[in-house]
């Protein structure tokens, strides 16, 4: 009689990084980007750099600022994933996909913020916060023109979440409302 073991090895953290980028619909993160980057260019050429919100919030503490920004961009982004929703018959695709897709929205944002927040302390100009205007054009022209160079200006790290939830949340409630999700 043969025993063979059978052993539930838990993938390593690279194999299971591997796996999900092998396993992602690189075609709807496609047109996430592409609705991100069409955002950004209309609020780009609508507002430039000046947009009216910002001058109101000038002389806000930086918190209320934060929260404030973050509000109308979830807002503004909820309105592209409530559509998003509307034009994409397979629902089933868009509940495969949509993780994939707005983790890797988040981790480019993420990850340009972090680089660009560290090379802010190196570099006296704010002219490093304009890069991030063109990443993330929608919250980066905010926290171009309302973050201070200070160590406490991390928490405007939630900038690099808030078009990935406002998404989250424009798909969440149209999907709702067609009875796909509870």
Not at 54 to 62: C, F, R
Not at 75 to 89: E, R, T
Request: aromatic fraction near 14%; include cysteine.
């Amino acid at each position: 009689m043969e025993q063979t073991q059978t052993t539930d090895a838990k993938p390593s953290g690279f194999t299971r990084l591997k796996l999900f980028f092998k396993q992602g619909d690189y075609k709807f993160l496609g047109i996430i980007l592409m609705i991100h980057v069409l955002l950004g260019t209309i609020h780009l050429f609508a507002y430039n750099s000046l947009h009216p919100l910002s001058k109101l919030l000038a002389n806000l503490p930086m918190i209320f600022q934060i929260i404030i920004v973050s509000i109308y961009g979830l807002l503004a982004y909820a309105i592209p994933g409530y559509l998003i929703v509307i034009a994409i018959k397979n629902k089933s695709r868009i509940l495969k996909s949509v993780d994939f897709a707005l983790i890797v929205l988040f981790m480019i944002l993420f990850i340009t913020f972090i680089v660009l927040y560290i090379l802010s302390f190196f570099e006296s100009s704010r002219v490093i916060w304009m890069i991030y205007s063109f990443v993330n054009p929608l919250m980066g022209t905010f926290s171009e023109k309302l973050m201070r160079i200070h160590w406490s200006s991390i928490l405007w790290i939630i900038s690099a979440a808030v078009p990935s939830f406002g998404l989250l949340i424009g798909m969440y409630l149209r999907l709702k409302c067609e009875g796909v999700v509870e």
